[in-house]
């Protein structure tokens, strides 16, 4: 059974940074594609990060340069570093991986900023 767990979320004033952390089992995580994805209240859920089996990134144009997404394949981890951060980046934050066209979510994890 595929499990991704999402954490390190909460609440960052306007400019502050915050990493969120998810972890991975029961998923062959070195062949996997990973991402973070979001959704705010009211908005459909976007892509805000994507890292590659060949650890190629893509970004969303609204956050480039303020977040990094990375993962470590020795310990089944995919961490979202958010730096800058401004109140439009409220929104539950998911992770999500890709093997072999099936799709896994996690349950999410909530991102306030706000001063």
């Not at 969120?20 to 070195?30: E, H, K, M, V, Y």
């Not at 892509?47 to 394949?73: H, P, Q």
Request: with cysteine.
């Amino acid at each position: 059974q595929v499990q991704l767990v999402e954490s390190g979320g909460g609440l960052v004033q306007p400019g502050g940074s915050l990493r969120l952390s998810c972890a991975a089992s029961g998923i062959n995580f070195r062949i996997s594609t990973l991402a973070w994805y979001r959704q705010a209240p009211g908005k459909q859920r976007e892509l805000v990060a994507l890292i590659a089996v060949g650890e190629t990134t893509n970004y969303a144009d609204s956050v480039r340069d303020r977040f990094t997404i990375s993962r470590d394949n020795a310990k089944n981890m995919v961490y979202l570093q958010m730096s800058s951060l401004k109140p439009e980046d409220t929104a539950v934050y998911y992770c999500n991986a890709e093997l072999h066209r099936i799709v896994y979510w996690g349950q999410g994890t909530q991102v306030t900023v706000s001063s």
